[in-house]
C-alpha cells in the first residue's frame, strides 16, 4: 500500500518551533517532488513550501519565507517542515503530497497534481 504518512503536529506557543515529517511507505520518494499543504477551518487548501526529488530546489509561500523550511532525506524516504517563529495564523491541519517528476529540479505547486497525500497532521498555535 502507498501511503504518506504526517507526524510531529502538536499544540506550540506563538514563537515556538516544531518540526513536521512525512514518510512514505510502500514506494520510494526519490523521483517525487514535495508539497506541504494546509488548510484552517473555513478556508481554502493553501501551499506552503515545495522542494524538487533531488532537493536542490525549494519554494514558499510569500507568508511562511523566513520561518519555514522544507527539506528531505532521500535515504530515510522522509521529507520535513521545520517550523519556526510560529503564529497564530499557522493554525491548521498540514498535508504532505507527492508527485513524480521526470526532472529532479522541478518543483510543483499546483495541489491538483500531486498523486499521494497523507491524512494530515494539526498545528495549533496559542498561548
Known amino acids: 500500500q502507498l501511503m504518506l504518512v504526517e507526524s510531529g503536529g502538536g499544540l506550540v506557543q506563538p514563537g515556538g518551533s516544531l518540526r513536521l515529517s512525512c514518510a512514505a511507505s510502500g514506494f520510494t520518494l526519490d523521483y517525487y517532488a514535495i508539497g506541504w499543504f494546509r488548510q484552517a477551518p473555513g478556508k481554502e487548501r493553501e501551499g506552503v513550501s515545495y522542494i524538487s526529488s533531488s532537493g536542490g530546489r525549494t519554494n514558499s509561500a510569500d507568508s511562511v519565507k523566513g520561518r519555514f523550511t522544507i527539506s528531505r532525506d532521500n535515504a530515510k524516504n522522509t521529507a520535513y517542515l521545520q517550523m519556526n517563529n510560529v503564529k497564530p495564523e499557522d493554525t491548521a491541519v498540514y498535508y504532505c503530497?507527492?508527485?513524480?517528476?521526470?526532472?529532479?529540479?522541478?518543483?510543483?505547486?499546483?495541489?491538483?497534481?500531486?498523486?499521494?497525500w497523507g491524512q494530515g497532521t494539526q498545528v495549533t498555535v496559542s498561548s
Open positions: 503530497a507527492a508527485v513524480w517528476t521526470r526532472h529532479d529540479n522541478v518543483i510543483v505547486t499546483n495541489y491538483q497534481h500531486y498523486t499521494y
